[in-house]
């Protein structure tokens, strides 16, 4: 059995319907049959995908586990990276970062991605692929910022 085969067979039917509604489309072709034979597997078409996304399970946000905002699972991967964001944004945790940088330290953030949807719940670094007029706007403001500390 193939490793994403596996975590989807770890899915409820939820979860499967959010997965091949927002994350199906990113994997690549031969990837995508074998899920679209499982969503099959699973008696899952695509009326069914949409009525499961519309019911919305906010039945699981009784406990307080950590959950996806979108699709509402747990299944949130968290990693430690370093933050090299350090001139892009305005707060005080932010002008922390940068002088932790200028003492040779490195902040480390959590990057938080939702396994099922593909959502960022947090994006330290904005590596999440951005349309481009918004990137446009980052590289902007970052050079603006830029100025202004100078
Ligand atoms: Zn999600």
Avoid at 22 to 39: A, D, G, N, R
Avoid at 87 to 107: K, N, P, Q, S
């Amino acid at each position: 059995m193939s490793r994403v085969k596996n975590f989807l067979e770890g899915l409820d039917d939820h979860e499967l319907a959010y997965f091949a509604k927002f994350k199906l489309p990113t994997y690549m072709k031969v990837t995508q049959s074998e899920i679209k034979e499982y969503l099959v597997e699973r008696n899952l078409n695509e009326s069914k995908i949409d009525r499961l996304i519309l019911e919305n399970p906010k039945s699981k946000l009784g406990d307080d586990r950590e959950r996806c905002p979108r699709c509402y699972s747990d299944k949130i991967r968290k990693d430690k990276v370093e933050w090299t964001n350090t001139g892009g944004g305005i707060g005080i945790e932010d002008e922390v970062a940068t002088w932790d940088g200028f003492g040779g330290r490195a902040t480390y953030k959590n990057e938080v991605i939702c396994n099922v949807c593909g959502f960022w719940l947090e994006d330290p670094n904005q590596e999440r692929p951005l349309p481009t007029s918004k990137k446009a706007l980052y590289v902007i403001w970052d050079f603006v910022l830029g100025v202004l500390r100078h």
